[in-house]
């Protein structure tokens, strides 16, 4: 509770939230509505919005809510289930910018080959892949996680429900608990991120192979903002989610989850999308459609 300061802290998740919902929303509906964004890229570009707008909805609505609320509670089963979707949705993002950083190294790298390597059904197995893996590794702690024995204080020093910030409540030792949750962080968060930087790391060694300087710098320009969008998601994950509970700070697991739950959502469509001129374009044609 900040006293005061809540209701200024309402009004700015509230308009963070609504421009990244609007950003996302947008976005899928171009990618539906033009034809010539329906491509692998675009494909995953929208699963991307899509899990965006949801990891936004699972946690931002409940947290805004609290600060102008004098019962700042939630059911034990409310917070079992935001712990569990947020956690799939958080592992699935996580796998997908992998996938999307695939994608761009197939079709610069390897050109000819991209129609096979990024086929539609290669498309839906990964994100089947994905979405699978991911709920069972959420389901599996989640559900081991809340059959703790937790404590009489039942106080989470957080603005929602995430495996992290329940341990500090549990009445027994969870460091062994804790290296399954950092064997689960280490594959389904470090991994993808290696796979990121091998993968721009290729890109650009071809671009400045075969390109001029004008289109080196755009590549240059792409990669970069796409390597600290993702570096900004990994980055505070996997620090909420690798270190064991007695290095937690609440106040810092604070600003950290801001980064992650909030930030990395709404810059994702601006930097991943709405900076492309093919998506300015695609968005042109649909308003003039529709006037």
Known sequence: QYGPVDTV??????????????????????????????TPMYFLLSQLSF??????????????????SNSKTITFLGCEIQAFVFSVLGGTEALLLGF???????????????PVLMSKKICWFMITCAWTSCSINSLI???????????????INHFFCEVPSMLPLVC????????????????????????ILASYA???TVVFQMSSGKGQTKAVST???????????????LSTYTRPHS?????????????????????????????????????????????
């Open 247 to 291: 290095l937690h700070s609440p106040e810092e697991d604070k600003i950290v989850a801001v980064f992650y739950t909030i930030i990395t959502p709404l810059l994702n469509p601006f930097i991943y999308s709405l900076r492309n001129k093919e998506v300015i374009r695609a968005l042109r044609r649909v308003c003039v459609q529709k006037i």
């Open 172 to 195: 027994q030792d969870t460091s062994q608990y804790e290296h399954t949750i950092l064997l689960s962080g280490l594959i389904i968060l470090l991994l993808p991120f290696m796979a």
């Open 223 to 237: 990669c970069s903002s796409h390597l600290t969008v993702a570096s900004l998601f990994y980055v505070t994950t």
């Open 202 to 204: 290729c890109v650009l």
């Open 141 to 155: 702690h989640t559900l081991y996680a809340f059959q703790l024995p937790f404590c009489r204080s039942r106080l």
């Open 100 to 114: 999307m950083s695939y994608d761009r190294y197939v079709a610069i790298c390897h050109p000819l080959r991209y």
């Open 9 to 38: 802290l309402f009004v700015v998740i509230a308009i963070l939230f609504s421009v990244a919902l609007m950003g996302n929303i947008i976005l899928i509906l171009l990618i539906q509505l033009d034809t010539r964004l329906h």
């Open 51 to 68: 899990i965006d707008m949801m990891y936004i909805s699972t946690t931002v609505p409940k947290m805004a809510t609290n600060f102008l």
